[in-house]
T-cell receptor, first 119, second 112 residues
Framework: GAVVSQHPSWVICKSGTSVKIECRSL??????MFWYRQFPKQSLMLMAT?????????EQGVEKDKFLINHASLTLSTLTVTSAHPEDSSFYIC???????????????FGPGTRLTVL | DQQVKQNSPSLSVQEGRISILNCDYT??????FLWYKKYPAEGPTFLIS?????DKNEDGRFTVFLNKSAKHLSLHIVPSQPGDSAVYFC???????????FGTGTRLTIIP
């Protein structure tokens, strides 16, 4: 149990286009989902926290108009990178926590990540 | 400001020996600590955690030690196995807050 999937696993796009990344909890209800970004050889940096049915809370320095997050259901959150630029190229990882999973409620389960390359 | 630090970017250990990964933190409000294991192009997977009310937690080959006065925690893996080769991240949270702060990771290589 506690499986989180992401789609796509990798994407290459042209500068100026928008890219949508999906994060799904497959076998539990994710009341909260988190979006992280990881640059090569660096730590995972939290971008935003989203609760089902409400607006996402963004970390300082993260542009909410550029990184649109929608958590429309208890099993799906989407991150849309709008007007992507080469500096947005990174590894984007989501995690989820919720009810009906082993371990503590606070435990986060991570997706496999999405590699975004903007040309 | 890196509140969670893993000062060793890499570590090599002989198979069967003990691997010790270290993590230091600066925020005294942190009260819950976790270790994650990550393979390339995959998301982190949870390994083991410890609350600040404890100084040790053990799960099979994995043991986490917490020294609150030194703001230091360590992950011990014994015996080390080739499948343990991965990047290990420590993470911390404060006051039951859902937000995790991650360290920069240590790449562990187990030598057969």
């Amino acid at each position: 149990g506690a499986v989180v999937s992401q789609h796509p696993s990798w994407v290459i796009c042209k500068s100026g286009t928008s890219v949508k990344i999906e994060c799904r909890s497959l076998d539990f209800q994710a009341t909260t989902m988190f979006w992280y970004r990881q640059f090569p050889k660096q730590s995972l940096m939290l971008m935003a926290t989203s609760n089902e049915g409400s607006k996402a809370t963004y970390e300082q320095g993260v542009e909410k108009d550029k990184f649109l997050i929608n958590h429309a259901s208890l099993t799906l959150s989407t991150l849309t990178v709008t007007s992507a630029h080469p500096e947005d190229s990174s590894f984007y990882i989501c995690s989820a926590r919720g009810y009906g999973v082993r371990g503590s409620y606070n435990e986060q389960f991570f997706g496999p990540g999405t590699r975004l390359t903007v040309l | 400001d890196q509140q969670v630090k893993q000062n060793s970017p890499s570590l090599s250990v002989q198979e069967g020996r003990i691997s010790i990964l270290n993590c230091d933190y600066t925020n005294s409000m942190f009260d819950y600590f976790l270790w994650y294991k990550k393979y390339p192009a995959e998301g982190p997977t949870f390994l083991i955690s410890i609350s600040s009310i404890k100084d040790k937690n053990e799960d099979g080959r994995f043991t986490v030690f917490l020294n609150k006065s030194a703001k230091h925690l360590s992950l011990h893996i014994v015996p080390s196995q080739p499948g343990d080769s991965a990047v290990y991240f420590c993470a911390a949270s404060a006051n039951g807050n859902e937000k995790l702060t991650f360290g920069t990771g240590t790449r562990l290589t187990i030598i057969p």
